[in-house]
């Protein structure tokens, strides 16, 4: 009787030694989602402020700064439901102004163009990397939170379901091969 209930608490310890650190995995893998995600919001931010900057720096044609200027600003002011959308646009609208390279030669000639023009190449580099780091963290939370034992033992509590950052970040020709700074 006695061996029965050593080898019952055993067991029961053995079940809450595992459930805790399932707990504590699931708990680490959503800080570090909230820390890609911090690090994305960053990226997009930099490449927003970088792209609003060069618009109205006055070294690109007028269009060409009015569409940057709007996407980039409506890029920093979008609610996290239109985010992502916004950030897609701007994308777009970095294709759409710095398709030909020759744009970036303009760019380049001006004063501190060059140096605008790294900038923006980083910060448009950077992005993709940042998305990323975030989407694979949100894929490996899923993937523990899918689990049977996860489910049944509510380890996840209250915490939200997380969710990619799923935008259109290809960068520019003319930027993508660009040295950037920083």
Known sequence: MTATLIWIAVALFAIGLYLSWTAGRLDRLHARIDAARAALDAQLLRRASVAQELATSGVLDPAA??????????????????????ESELSQALRAVFGEPEQMEAVG??????????????????????????????????????????????????????????????????LADRPGSG
Do not use: C, K
């Open 65 to 86: 700064s009015i569409v940057l200027y709007e996407a980039a600003h409506a890029a920093r002011q979008a609610d996290e439901e239109h985010r992502e959308v916004a």
């Open 109 to 174: 000639e001006a004063p501190g163009g060059e140096e605008a023009a790294g900038e923006l190449a980083a910060a448009v580099r950077r992005v993709p990397m940042a998305r990323r780091f975030h989407n694979d963290a949100v894929r490996a939370a899923r993937a523990l939170r899918r689990h049977r034992t996860v489910r049944w033992f509510r380890l996840a509590g209250h915490a939200p379901f997380p969710m990619a950052f799923e935008m259109d970040d290809e960068p520019p020709v003319a």
